[in-house]
Every structure is written in structure tokens, then in C-alpha cells.
């Protein structure tokens, strides 16, 4: 493999097309695409400021870099990418890649990020600013995660979620096939439209939570007080250790918590309207 050390390059494709190539202590300055099209690449304690250095690449690692503001929209159309103790400074990273592994990097402007991404992995990854993250992305593994931003994880399929703090407004948005074990979820209107959800040993909070749900299970839960008005026109089987504000019209299934303030079940229930509610578990 070529290596190449403490060196400087900018404008337009420096390093086009480049295959068994090592970058230590590189700095890639403003300008477009600089590792475009390339193979076998592993950059290390390098600098990213232009946009788009790698785009159309297979086979890369990125350990011990950076990615500044100006570097947006670095890796796009990608694959078998394994990235590792990085600042991401850069929004709008990681689109339309296959196989990705980020550990202990930091994402602090997340914004639209993660989309289209088929195989990722994430360890020990925090990331804010993080709003509409992982659009219509699948098959994702998460362990070891921080996140703030809204809109997080709309129409992702096959995802497990372990040991997170997810901050997000509207997240899990018509997904299917989510797992989340041992988490706290906060942010209003929860998963609304979700299909074969699985909730294990997580705190809910945020008003109106998992409504519109199809095979809804939640084990060994609890719903904070603000998480109100919660599982209205929803299927589920779910065990609630903790007191619950208030429900609404869930359509079918059963539901066991400690308590419930108040059960509204008006003339909008759909059918079959057979929820079976039980407290005091």
C-alpha cells in the first residue's frame, strides 16, 4: 500500500481514482471530491475541509480524523466503511452507502444524515442537530448511543436499538421491524405508524406516544407523566411497570401497567375494539 505523510492538497479530484492508498497526517483543503472513485483507502489523522472526498469509494477506514463544516456531504454512494475515533463536523454525511461501522465518533451537526444506508453499525456514537437521521435506512445495529434531533429514524426497516438516550420529536415514523432494549426514548408523538415495534425494559416520555401502531410489544416499560393520550387506533401486547397518564382508544390487544389516571374510549375506537386493559401487576 502507497502511503503518504504529511502532505497538503486541495481543488478539484487530487487523489482521483487512487487504489491501496494511505494518508497519514493529510490535510485536504476546500475544493470537490478529492478521493472520488477510489479503492482501498485508510486515512488517519487526517483534515477534511472541501466537500465530497469520498464519494463512489469501496473499501475504506477512517480512524483519528476530522471532518470539518466545510467537508459536507463527505461520503455518499459508498460501501464497507469502517470509521473510528472521528469528529464529524460536517451535516449531511453518509448517503446511499452499504456496510458501515462508526465507533467512538461524534457527530455534533447530524442533520440529514444517515439516509439510504443498508448495514450500519454503530458503537459509542453521540450525535445533536441530529433532525431527519436515518431516512428510509435498514438493517442498522446500535449499541451505545446518544442522540438529539427530531425526526429520527423515519421508514427504517430491521433495526436493534441497546443502551441509548434518544431525544427526537417524531421518531420512528412508519419503521418496521425496530427493537429497542434498555433506553430512554423522549420526544412527543413516538413511532405513530409503526409496524412490529418491540419496546424491552425502556422509559417513555413525551405526549402522545404509540399511536397508530400495528403489533406493538412493549416488556417490562415505563411511560413518565407526560406520556399521555398514548396507544390510540393501536395493536399491541404491552406490560407497563409504571403508573400511565392516560390512553386512548387502542384497538385491540392487551395492556397491563400499575395504574391508569383516565381511559377515554369514545365513539372513535376503530375495530374490533377489544383492548384488554388490566392494572395492578
Known amino acids: 500500500m502507497e502511503e503518504i505523510r504529511d502532505k497538503e492538497f486541495g481543488g478539484e479530484r487530487p487523489l482521483f481514482a487512487s487504489h491501496g492508498l494511505k494518508l497519514v497526517n493529510v490535510t485536504v483543503h476546500a475544493g470537490e471530491s478529492a478521493l472520488k472513485c477510489c479503492t482501498d483507502i485508510v486515512a488517519e489523522k ?3 475541509e472541501g466537500k ?5 469509494v469501496d473499501g475504506f477506514v477512517v480512524r483519528d480524523c476530522l471532518f470539518t463544516p466545510g467537508a459536507r456531504a463527505a461520503l455518499w454512494y459508498s460501501r464497507n466503511l469502517t470509521m473510528t475515533d472521528t469528529i464529524v463536523e460536517a451535516p449531511k454525511m453518509f448517503r446511499e452507502m452499504d456496510n458501515l461501522s462508526l465507533t467512538n465518533v461524534r457527530i455534533p451537526d447530524a442533520q440529514e444524515t444517515l439516509w439510504h444506508c443498508r448495514g450500519v453499525k454503530l458503537r459509542n456514537v453521540e450525535v445533536a442537530n441530529a433532525d431527519y437521521l436515518f431516512m428510509h435506512s435498514s ?12 425526526y429520527s429514524f423515519q421508514y427504517c426497516r430491521n433495526v436493534v436499538i441497546r443502551n441509548a ?3 427526537s420529536k417524531d421518531a420512528f415514523w412508519n419503521t418496521e421491524n425496530v427493537t429497542v432494549y434498555d433506553s430512554e426514548l423522549t420526544g412527543e408523538y413516538l413511532a405513530w405508524y409503526s409496524k412490529n415495534l418491540r419496546l424491552v425494559r425502556c422509559r417513555i416520555s413525551g405526549t402522545q406516544p404509540l399511536c397508530y401502531c400495528e403489533n406493538l410489544i412493549m416488556e417490562d416499560c415505563t411511560m413518565a407523566d407526560d406520556a399521555d393520550l398514548a396507544f390510540e387506533d393501536s395493536s399491541l401486547t404491552a406490560t407497563v411497570n409504571s403508573a400511565i397518564t392516560s390512553i386512548k382508544n387502542p384497538r385491540t390487544g392487551s395492556l397491563k401497567a400499575r395504574s391508569i389516571g383516565d381511559t377515554i374510549i369514545d365513539a372513535n375506537v376503530l375495530s374490533p375494539a377489544d383492548c384488554k386493559i388490566t392494572t395492578e401487576i
Do not use: E, K, L, S
Request: glycine share 8%; proline share 4%.
Open 139 to 150: 438493517d442498522i445495529d446500535i449499541a451505545g448511543y446518544r442522540q438529539q434531533g427530531n
Open 46 to 48: 487526517c483534515r477534511f
Open 52 to 56: 465530497y472526498p469520498f464519494w463512489h
Open 165 to 167: 438516550v434518544i431525544d
